[in-house]
């Protein structure tokens, strides 16, 4: 019989995955600290947190509930997570790109050049107009 919110396998297994993300997140870039994070953290000790309120609450009803806000924080983490490894990929195709470089020797592919600012277009044809002819 379940007495507590501890007795609940889900709220192990919650448990578990916040500490992962607690490990995994402790390796991100520091300048991620207050970004995703803050954010994949928060979204993950929710998890737990709401099972345990929902299971303390006086009925099923409410109980249910804070299980619907539990499976919304983890879609939350879902996407943060699916975020984060998407920003992996692009990184990973980067130095695979320079490691392809590297190896033939030859200088790696730059992203294209944005085209000249108004200001630039604006300077480069005055310093053109002062030059003696």
């Known amino acids: 019989m379940v007495k507590s ?3 609940l ?18 390796r991100f870039p520091k300048s991620e600290l207050f970004a995703l994070t803050a954010q994949m953290r ?4 929710s998890i737990p947190s709401n099972i345990a309120e929902g299971r303390a609450r ?15 924080s983890l879609a939350e983490l ?18 695979v790109a320079r490691n392809r470089a590297l190896k033939s020797k030859k200088p790696a592919p730059r992203s294209p050049k944005s085209p000249p600012s108004k200001s630039r277009i604006r300077l480069k044809r005055r310093s053109q107009s002062r030059r003696p002819r």
């Open 78 to 95: 879902e996407t943060q997570l699916e975020a984060y490894r998407q920003q992996l990929a692009v990184l990973m195709t980067r130095a």
């Open 9 to 26: 396998d889900v709220w192990h297994l919650s448990v578990e995955l916040a500490e992962t993300v607690y490990r995994v997140t402790a």
């Open 5 to 7: 919110f501890r007795d």
């Open 58 to 72: 006086d009925s099923t009803r409410e109980f249910l509930h804070f299980l619907a806000i539990s499976r919304g």
């Open 42 to 45: 928060r979204a993950a000790v």
